[in-house]
DNA sequence: GTCTATATCAAGATAGAC
DNA sequence: GTCTATCTTGATATAGAC
């Protein structure tokens, strides 16, 4: 509305520049209360008191609680599974996967302990409001499908193309991610680093052994649904004995 | 304090029994109500009035919000895993453990739908108060133990025992589980039955191919763990620190 | 746009009736 | 041992000052 604001933020801080520094420091405070509090338990004084302001600030730029919330949701979501796939295509495309893999456990179990809890609270809440629930899903669309055209990278490169459909591959790498990740929070000893590499590397290499029995070739299944979700799934390997 | 309650339930409803039974009660609805609503997010009355009790009775029971939730962990935390494991053996003892694997996901999933977040529940409550996440984990280390076990067994059957410890598989099976479960939640069409089992023998069959070289033992990875053939790890869990 | 003060209400917990 | 009534606190949300 306002055409003042295409110069680069210099030396006049706009009125809309503070409040949108404001919303982005709330949000901040928001998510590191939310995860340490968990959303219910957390209240709005607490959040504005995190990011240095008072109550009011928070009901000026958000309207209620739980708009703040699900405004946090859709900015946090996506970005989190996208920082962790794009360190996935990272740890692809150096000849080990597993240390990459292993950082990126490491880095969003321990550097950023409030991930694991932030992303529990996401999931809990858009259980318990399926409206939100589909918007979760909409959000994790994006980061998934390129996730799931690593993986499809990642099937060719042990010759398993074409086998088993990359979105299968896709869900069990982000179900192991965090299914490892809150593990790891119970009991450290029992998720080292490179368990996260060397599973995603075992699967691999099952599934190159079942599509391919003992290095012959010839995948049965020439059909590769490249970026279409497909429920049929259920396509089960040869028996390998 | 009185000890006529050594006489098998009969007729005369004890004064112990009919306590033991509002517990009981209270605790299948505190299960319900938690997980509809969260900890922080339902009040003793729901859970009272769930239960066909008022708030009176929960505070004789137990002493305090907190304790009925410690209460229910303790109960609830160890009977679900052990409860999986259970089916993950009758999976494992017949010859396609990937269908029956297929219904302890589906069961977890649909016809249980507290059973995701009431864990999810029990895993923040349990970061955010360490000295109960110590507790979990404790309660954790039997069903854990027998999985683990399992996993040992799964690892000869295909030949890859001793390559690679037991403990890591099992670890990785039960991430994998929750992981899956939660994503089934948030987009049904992406989970469908088979994948757990199917993950699991791609798995299974990858440590194989990794571990013995076409039926030639010792593991020929660097980065691959202390490969420590232990058949007593089950027995015997790791010391914690 | 942000803060202070406050209205309103719900929830945890307790005391005494039955 | 359980229920009813109540005390007390703390939290959401709002209204007006600066």
Known sequence: MSPDADHPPKRRPTRAETKARTRRLLLDAAARTYARKGFAGASVEEVAEAAGFSIGAVYSNFGSKERLFVELLKERASEQVSRATRIMADAQAGDDPVPALGRLLANAADKDPDFAPLQAEFWLYAVRNPPL???LAEELRGPRAELESLMGKALEHVG??????????????????????RQRRIDPASVPDELLGQAMQWLLAGIA?????????GPAHPDAPAATDDPAAADRPEENR
Chains 1, 2 share one sequence.
């Not at 052994?209 to 290095?215: I, K």
């Open 133 to 135: 629930m589909e918007t």
């Open 209 to 217: 052994a079942s599509g391919t029995t003992s290095g012959a070739p």
């Open 160 to 181: 398993a193309a074409g086998s088993v459909p990359a979105d299968a591959v896709a869900t069990i790498a982000m179900a192991l991610f965090q299914g490892l990740l």
